[in-house]
């Protein structure tokens, strides 16, 4: 089928990944990015794809009603990849009105608005509106706990992952009420090239190329499971061509790691990698405890057997691969992260660590 996708968020760090992979995977598809370009949001990921007869970029916000509605109308829009979002949980603690109206608000007018263009044009089938959320929704495990299933309760403990959980639940209603054919996606922590130098991984990277001080939360023992934003695409991808509407899909690389030593993986990485200019040598001599996260969810860990078992996928890339891919990623791409420590960034990273 020749589809034509409105992808939002497409600027940010898995929105753009998706793109790519998109405009590889399936050239004849039309891909229409709405992105607002916030502070996440960045127009150099797509500039290779600038060119392309299939694909436009749309400077604008989803809470824009109007702009929407014409969008879907014109471009004849059947698929929604709902990326756009503010993403970051620390900067939920610090400021959470963004993220309400970002995540709840901007998700009802989307869904809104499909629900009116699929109704106007005889509500089609193949017509799908995917909810990429997260598995914060569910809250934080105890060391014992069995992993996230899509039938745990929905626990969430930051103003980031409660106003993603809100949004869950609407996307949910537009199915259960009007029959839109919307499906969720609940995924875990990704990594890989285009994150923001904000998150754990690439700010790990980063602060070791400057020989900064690496700030690790609380005792470090806190637990995420990884995954390389490749397959968190390829993910999606078998969603949106066989997922169920009206199904939610957890996604997960089966890499339970805790803080602590992820970090001392990049740095072993680091020190491999880039042995001759790294300004402190080993670089786990830069790790520094730090003030803890309030309210920081001790583990996160997804049971993902239904989309193995049901649209057979499986993630491809080890964690051990996957970081190797992206240190030597952040190695090479000094030009598109240097910009991006601004001092809008610089005081975002005053106002957020206590370094003792
Ligand atoms: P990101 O912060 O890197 O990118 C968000 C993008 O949304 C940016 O390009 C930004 O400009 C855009 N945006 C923000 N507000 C907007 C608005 N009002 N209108 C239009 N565009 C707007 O986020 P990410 O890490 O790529 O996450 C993408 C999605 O995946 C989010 O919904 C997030 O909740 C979800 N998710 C992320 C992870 C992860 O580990 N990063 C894991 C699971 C789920
Ligand atoms: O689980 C999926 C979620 O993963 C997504 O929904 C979010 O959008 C995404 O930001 C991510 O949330 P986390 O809070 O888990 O990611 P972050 O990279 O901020 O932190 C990962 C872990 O590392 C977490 O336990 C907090 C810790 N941490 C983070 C930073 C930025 C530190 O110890 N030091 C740090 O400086």
Redesign the pocket.
Known sequence: MNRCLLV?????????NFVHYWCQHYPENRVVV?????????RANLAKLEERENFRFVR????DRSLVEQLLQSENIDTIA???????VDRSILEPG?FV???VV?TYTLLEAFRQHWQINSKPAHYRFLH?????VYGSLGPDDPAFSETTPYAPNSP?SAS?AGSDHLVRAYYHTYKLPTIIT??????GPY??PE?LIPLTCINILMGKPLPVYGDGKNVRDWLYVGD?CSALDAVIHRGIPGETYNIGGNNEVENINLVRMICQLMDELAPSNLPVRPAENLITFVKDRPGHDRRYAINATKIKTQLGWTPSVTLSEGLRLTAKWYLNHHRWWQPLLSPDYQDYYQKNYIFS
Request: glycine letters at 14%; hydrophobic letters at 25%; charged letters at 15%.
């Open positions: 939002t968020g497409g600027a940010g760090f898995i929105g753009s709405l992105d607002a370009l916030t502070y996440a949001g960045n604008g916000d989803i809470c709902h990326f756009a979002a503010e993403s970051h963004a109206k970002t995540n901007g990429v959320s997260t598995d914060e980031y993603k609940n995924c875990s922590n990704n990594y994150q923001f998150k968190h």
